[in-house]
């Protein structure tokens, strides 16, 4: 789904290249792809003659060693978040630029194993938060960071999709996994980036029983909370509640929606009421969708007669194509050093800066772990005088580690 709507029209419109000053016009190939069977490829391969250049095919065993023989310059890993940290591992040990869709990986101890790799290896390793660049997140940052919105006391995000997610296009790599991890991530970045702070405690619950056994450790949805504390000495709570097992039919489809309370004002955002609806008999809500994004991802008629295919989701693709592109060519090569530590200074897509989201990920996983066998009510707090990441289990006396360094370095 991610190649389909994001990668695949992104790789068709930069192919015939991007321009920046700062390198000319370069232009981006899809040069090879490793997948589990290759069909998907041989059928991308057939329906994109004339849309997208011959390409190379792998698939397992071994698809990953395979591509990286071939003359790759990055690597775009799109698996299942729990196959994110073996496949960016062999990439940039093997000198690769990387870009990983969210989140990076799921503990930090996988998160410093990949940021020592890029600095060791002089490469990139950067995460898809495409939601950072939704036009309603960049317009609540722009007011934060203007000081137009001051100091935010709480915060509520929801995202629920439909039971054709968990049931259908995820049904191979969902057991034991939970829509928290999938999608409440977005919404813990988004927190992390455009409030800043320091994380200081997880907590989280959740229900099973409809895409796996009621006490099984496959999550129908679940209920994150987070608390950040501030400069200030103050404390903000963010409650992040995720779903798949929404109707298929609801009008919706993927339902959005954020409310942040600042000491001066209110900020509410819902993706049904951005202002578009549309009705076709016989294809709505389930070949269409009744509310449709179409800032993250659109086909569109130009008014002088172009088909084009554009969004946020795309936009964040072509951004890391750029942030590479000025590393390799925007320079002198005795520069390139530099240039490579300001796009590692990003912090809205780097490795390096996404601690505490991965963070608040390993917490939640060790919550819900515990709470399917039977001990829920856990709490993890971050920097605590025993580790990094401390997992508080009611009952139980000695705490677990999860984590011994410190997330806030």
Known sequence: MIFDETYRPFFEVAQHGIYDPAFGVCDVQLAAVASRTGKRAAALASSSAGALPAFASFHEPGAIDQLLTTDVDFVCIATPDDRHFAAAQAALTAGKHVLIEKPSVLSLQELDQLEELSRQHGVLAKVVYHKLLDPDHKKLRTLVADEELRHVNNGYCTLLEPKSISGGQFAEWIHGRNPGTYV????????????????????????????????????DSTQLRLVYRYESGREAAFD??????????????VEQEVQFRFDNGVWNAHSRKRGVECTVEGRTPLARKITINNHYNGTFLEPWGVRSQRGYGLEVLERFAREVATVEFGGAAAARDDRLQAARGLAYNDVGADRQTVAAVQAMEAILACHAKGKPNCVVEVDHAL?????????QEKPEVLYAGRVNR
């Open 240 to 253: 992040i509640h995720t779903s798949w097992v929404t109707p298929d039919n609801f009008p919706g489809y």
């Open 387 to 395: 580790g990094g990441l401390v997992l508080l289990t009611p009952g």
């Open 184 to 219: 409440a991530v977005h919404y813990i970045k988004l927190i992390d980036y455009t409030f800043g702070g320091r994380l200081s405690s997880v907590s989280c619950t959740g229900q099973r029983g409809i895409v796996g056994p009621a006490d099984g450790t496959t999550w």
